[in-house]
């Protein structure tokens, strides 16, 4: 399976984006669907998460009440939805999969799949 993240691009503070993950295979009910970013010279960081089936999200503190994970079935595309963009969320996202459908791991080590990441750009 191959995934697909899009949708990035330079905004100024307050503005709003919406990255797009999708698979080449479409997503697999028991799947979770994970959002990374990963900044210059930083670790790469859980941001948000998605239980493919149950639909059951989970957020890291930073981003909680600004970003909101979803997905469209028929569309077979996972959303992350940004506002409120801050200059500290300017990073290379990147979208993941873990196999293990039942915990929305933050551990970029339980991801098996990555995108290629979509470059997100937040001016002051």
């Known amino acids: 399976v191959q995934l697909q993240a899009s949708g990035g691009g330079s905004v100024q503070a307050g503005g709003s984006l919406r990255l797009s993950c999708t698979a080449s295979?479409?997503?697999?009910?028991?799947?979770?669907i994970g959002w990374f970013r990963q900044a210059p010279g930083l670790e790469r960081e859980f941001v948000a998460g998605?239980?493919?089936?149950?639909?059951?999200?989970n957020y890291a503190d930073s981003v909680q009440d600004r970003f909101t994970i979803s997905r469209d079935g028929a569309k077979e595309t996972v959303y992350l939805q940004m506002n409120s963009l801050k200059p500290e969320d300017t990073a290379l996202y990147y979208c993941?999969?873990?196999?293990?459908?039942?915990?929305?791991?933050?551990?970029?080590?339980?991801?098996?799949?990555w995108g290629q990441g979509t470059l997100v750009t937040v001016s002051s």
């Open positions: 993941a999969t873990d196999p293990d459908g039942h915990v929305i791991a933050t551990q970029k080590d339980a991801y098996d799949v």
């Open positions: 295979s479409g997503f697999f009910s028991n799947w979770v």
């Open positions: 998605i239980i493919w089936r149950r639909g059951r999200t």
